[in-house]
T-cell receptor, first 110, second 112 residues
Framework: GQQVMQIPQYQHVQEGEDFTTYCNSS?????IQWYKQRPGGHPVFLIQ?????EVKKQKRLTFQFGEAKKNSSLHITATQTTDVGTYFC??????????FGTGTRLKVLA | EADIYQTPRYLVIGTGKKITLECSQT?????MYWYQQDPGMELHLIHY???????EKGDLSSESTVSRIRTEHFPLTLESARPSHTSQYLC???????????FGQGTRLTVV
């Protein structure tokens, strides 16, 4: 079945270091969404990518969609303690279901 | 702030009890979803609905059932709670495919 894997599963960084999480699908994605879930909270939408090779930026966050639309990445420049949480990618594959990736849990050490 | 609400936020209940987790949204969304999530782990889709009187089972087998009699309301019921049901249950809604999903605050269920 449809699977969306994320690596790494966990990442600890020193505050100020960069962080990247990768999302990989076994099938071609119609689009990809990214969500952030703070500890004890619920997932909150960050962004959606639709086009092959698309790159979008939100302040220190850079989102990229692969040329083959089978992978995506989220890069955070100069992490801050407020970046702590779990980052999920999600594929809707043209259906009404959101298939979430396995998630990357980020810890930022001050 | 998203207008999707879940009650209760926390629930501790004995084995064998019947429980209903409530989820309501005021955004007029047709699509609603239930996810099960252990702390810090993956989100597993257990039920979803395309609209009133339409429900489907998700990718994770679940002993729960759902109903969708009104657009704004999507309750989840466990007929006989077991300790293996201990988890967080997240409700979400969206306007349609390729749009943002809005999540409720979740219900943390503990079955003792």
């Amino acid at each position: 079945g449809q699977q969306v894997m994320q690596i790494p599963q966990y990442q600890h960084v020193q505050e100020g270091e960069d962080f990247t999480t990768y999302c990989n699908s076994s099938t071609t994605l119609s689009n990809i969404q990214w969500y952030k879930q703070r500890p004890g909270g619920h997932p909150v939408f960050l962004i959606q990518l639709v086009k092959s090779g698309e790159v979008k930026k939100q302040k220190r966050l850079t989102f990229q969609f692969g040329e083959a639309k089978k992978n995506s990445s989220l890069h955070i420049t100069a992490t801050q303690t407020t970046d702590v949480g779990t980052y999920f990618c999600a594929d809707t594959s043209g259906t009404y279901k959101y298939i979430f990736g396995t998630g990357t849990r980020l810890k930022v050490l001050a | 702030e998203a207008d999707i609400y879940q009650t209760p936020r926390y629930l501790v209940i004995g084995t064998g009890k019947k429980i209903t987790l409530e989820c309501s949204q005021t955004m007029g969304h047709d699509k609603m979803y239930w996810y099960q999530q252990d702390p810090g782990m993956e989100l597993h889709l257990i039920h979803y609905s395309y609209g009133v009187n339409s429900t489907e089972k998700g990718d994770l087998s679940s002993e729960s059932t759902v109903s969708r009699i009104r657009t704004e309301h999507f309750p989840l019921t466990l007929e006989s709670a077991r300790p293996s049901h201990t988890s967080q249950y997240l409700c979400a809604s969206s306007a349609g495919v390729n749009t943002e999903a809005f999540f409720g605050q979740g219900t943390r269920l503990t079955v003792v």
